[in-house]
């Protein structure tokens, strides 16, 4: 593995080597979507649907851990580190452990509020859930020091091992298709760990971060917590709120378009990724980082642009090619979900941004507009073009508001340079 890693890292850049990865593993990702809505029809992808939401809301829960290993893996040195990042794996630790026992307890209530098939689905994947949170404490570590050939490999493993998992389950065995793919995740959560930096650490270290720092990294949580919050809600509320109010096929097929519609999200996470420290090293060195906003936002607009454009013109073809002719139906609301995610994403560079400098009414104006997506959902579901629409209300108004605190705050900022 090792001999692997230093051959590729001579022959490609860090930074080209994680764009790549990223776009492979979201790809695979795709590609297990795809295959099992195609395999499994829209009745049945209903519930699978359910664990891929259970796994995104998961990974933003343990994004917030992932985050704060990023930015002090940069801001901490030695010995200080090593004690940050103990005790934030043991937290991580307990966090995942208390998840995952809920889950467990719950998941007789869970089946039936989505109405799936069995429970036991959600008993497997709450096994996997203290792992995942090690799994994400570690990728932090790799992110915050730009070992982005370690980040790389670890999504990777996660990715390829549960696509290979599950389509082998499924092939094999006549069993309950969501019980399988539940095993399949569960696996890659203990395959995504590798390579884990096991040296760094120490469950029994007595070292201690003193006062201030402490409440630095406190404050940085709770905020960024807050604001992973904010990205369950507005990423996945419509989701579990269709499979709740709408039949298994509508659930499908809806499960199917914002499948589809969400492509210009996951491509804006590749940038996120490498924002965050960027922008973190960039404010420790006293450089602008302006630069790097515009470029990301001008590159995730260019993209969501043409995603839209392609979904306005080719949905049934996209449709058809992706998932097969059983989804056709919700081929005229493509590019309007895809306009509402493509907004989405936009403001969300912004949110990401102020984050890493610290700024946080950002943070807070996508939760309230989190808040105010779910209520229209639960207020306004007659047909799942309604539930699409009023997304796309939401989401422009969030845009609006991100862009009206950019100029305020960006004006207050030359103003306050001209003056000294």
């Given at each position: ?14 930074e ?21 809505g195609?395999f ?5 992808f ?6 891929v939401?259970?796994l ?5 829960v343990?994004?917030?851990?992932q ?11 030695n ?9 934030l ?19 007789a209530?869970?089946?039936e509020?989505?109405?799936?098939s ?8 709450g096994?996997?859930?203290?792992f ?7 990728r ?5 020091k730009?070992e982005?050939?370690?980040?790389s490999?670890?999504y990777?493993?996660?990715?390829i ?14 069993f ?25 650490f ?15 990294v ?9 604001y ?21 096929y ?21 940038f ?20 790097i906003?515009?470029?990301y936002?001008?590159?995730i ?9 392609a ?12 998932f ?8 005229p609301?493509?590019w309007?979900?895809?306009s ?7 403001s ?15 943070v ?34 969030l ?5 009206t605190?950019?100029?305020l705050?960006?004006?207050k900022?030359?103003?306050i340079?001209?003056?000294?």
């Amino acid at each position: 593995m090792n001999a692997t890693i230093k051959l590729i890292q001579s022959k490609i850049k860090p930074e080209q080597l994680f764009m790549l990865s990223v776009l492979l593993v979201n790809g695979g990702n795709y590609l297990y979507n795809l295959i099992l809505g195609r395999f499994l029809g829209p009745d049945k992808f209903a519930d699978a649907a359910i664990l891929v939401t259970f796994l995104l809301v998961l990974s933003f829960v343990a994004m917030t851990f992932q985050l704060v290993a990023a930015k002090f893996s940069v801001l901490f040195e030695n010995k200080i580190f090593k004690a940050f990042i103990s005790t934030l794996y043991k937290r991580a630790f307990i966090v995942g452990v208390v998840l995952a026992l809920a889950i467990i307890i719950f998941s007789a209530e869970l089946q039936e509020f989505f109405k799936t098939s069995t429970s036991k689905m959600f008993l497997l994947f709450g096994i996997g859930v203290p792992f995942y949170f090690l799994m994400s404490v570690n990728r932090g570590v790799f992110q915050g020091k730009q070992e982005l050939t370690f980040l790389s490999v670890t999504y990777q493993s996660e990715m390829i091992s549960r696509l290979l998992i599950t389509f082998s389950l499924l092939y094999f065995l006549d069993f309950d298709s969501s019980v399988l793919i539940a095993v399949g995740i569960l696996c890659s959560f203990v395959f995504g760990m590798f390579p884990f930096k096991y040296k760094i650490f120490s469950f029994k270290t007595s070292l201690k971060l003193d006062i201030d720092k402490s409440k630095l990294v406190r404050n940085f949580f709770i905020i960024t917590a807050f604001y992973e919050l904010t990205q369950i809600i507005i990423n996945n509320s419509d989701i579990l709120l269709v499979k709740h109010y709408f039949d298994s096929y509508e659930a499908g097929l809806y499960a199917s378009l914002a499948l589809i519609g969400r492509v210009v999200y996951f491509i804006a996470w590749m940038f996120v990724m490498l924002l965050l420290p960027t922008v973190v090293q960039l404010k420790k060195d006293g450089k602008s980082t302006l630069p790097i906003l515009m470029k990301y936002v001008s590159y995730i607009g260019l993209i969501a642009a043409s995603i839209i454009v392609a979904c306005f013109f080719f949905p049934e073809q996209i449709i058809n090619v992706l998932f097969g002719s059983s989804y056709l139906e919700i081929a005229p609301l493509l590019w309007k979900y895809a306009s509402a995610t493509g907004v989405f994403a936009i403001s969300n560079i912004f949110a990401y941004y102020y984050l890493s400098l610290d700024k946080y009414v950002p943070v807070v104006l996508s939760g309230i507009f989190g808040m105010l997506q779910v209520v229209l959902v639960t207020v306004y579901h007659n047909s799942l073009a309604e539930v699409v629409h009023v997304q796309i209300i939401a989401m422009i108004l969030l845009l609006l508001v991100q862009l009206t605190y950019f100029f305020l705050n960006h004006s207050k900022s030359v103003k306050i340079k001209k003056t000294i």
